[in-house]
């Protein structure tokens, strides 16, 4: 099955620099890969995603690039600020008989320092 | 309603016992999914439902967990003979249709086996 992992587990950085949190996948048919912040006790929520078919894909402050030939793809928050802490997942779509299921990585736990 | 809606929030139960998690979809959503998330890592798929057919349930630890959701909309977790590994955020989430990617989680049911 798929396999997901994401680096750094914690990253600490200075309000208004920029973040950078990086996976790698081990499936090749992945097709979707969306990102979610889940700030504690609440739910993951999607802040960005982008499908196989583009490298790179930009909100605002967040984007989001990928390598499909590397298997990589990550995470770019520029202009950090402290409402930006919270843990990020990673996540990869495969698709299984019954429909897309998402593999998520193991989180990073961000926090952005005034 | 709004959101995935998830119930209990909230459960103490003590080792044997069995417990029923209740989620209520968006309206209209066809794709149900249950993650279980231990504390400190990233949700992994129990289960996921398309109408009321359980079309994949490889992520499902052991025959104590059961998943149903009869009439396409409402679908509930049933874990028997609570173990303290079992111990976890139970979360529910929600897709409109085949095809579309997004899914939306509910806030989840915080599990405590004491």
């Known amino acids: 099955g798929e396999n997901v992992e994401q680096h750094p587990s914690t990253l600490s950085v200075q309000e208004g620099d920029s973040a950078v949190i990086k996976c790698t996948y081990s499936d090749s048919a992945s097709n979707y890969f969306p990102w979610y912040k889940q700030e504690l006790g609440k739910r993951p929520q999607l802040i960005i995603d982008?499908?196989?078919?583009?490298g790179e894909k930009k909100d605002q402050r967040i984007a989001v690039t990928l390598n499909k030939t590397a298997k990589h793809f990550s995470l770019h928050i520029t202009e950090t600020q402290p409402e930006d802490s919270a843990v990020y997942f990673c996540?990869?779509?495969?698709?299984?008989?019954?429909?897309?299921?998402?593999?998520f990585g193991t989180g990073t736990q961000l926090k952005v320092e005034l | 309603g709004a959101g995935v809606s998830q119930s209990p929030r909230y459960k103490v139960a003590k080792r044997g016992q069995d417990v029923a998690l209740r989620c209520d979809p968006i309206s209209g959503h066809v794709s149900l999914f249950w993650y279980q998330q231990a504390l400190g890592q990233g949700p992994e798929f129990l289960t996921y439902?398309?109408?009321?057919?359980?079309?994949?349930k490889s992520g499902l630890p052991s025959d104590r967990f059961f998943a149903e959701r009869p009439e396409g909309s409402v679908s509930t977790l049933k874990i028997q003979r609570t173990q303290q590994e079992d111990s976890a955020v139970y979360l529910c989430?929600?897709?409109?249709?085949?095809?579309?990617?997004?899914?939306?989680f509910g806030e989840g049911s915080w599990l405590t086996v004491v």
């Open positions: 996540a990869a779509s495969t698709v299984t008989g019954g429909g897309n299921k998402l593999t």
């Open positions: 439902f398309q109408n009321e057919a359980q079309l994949d």
């Open positions: 982008i499908r196989s078919n583009v």
């Open positions: 989430a929600s897709r409109p249709r085949e095809g579309s990617d997004t899914i939306y």
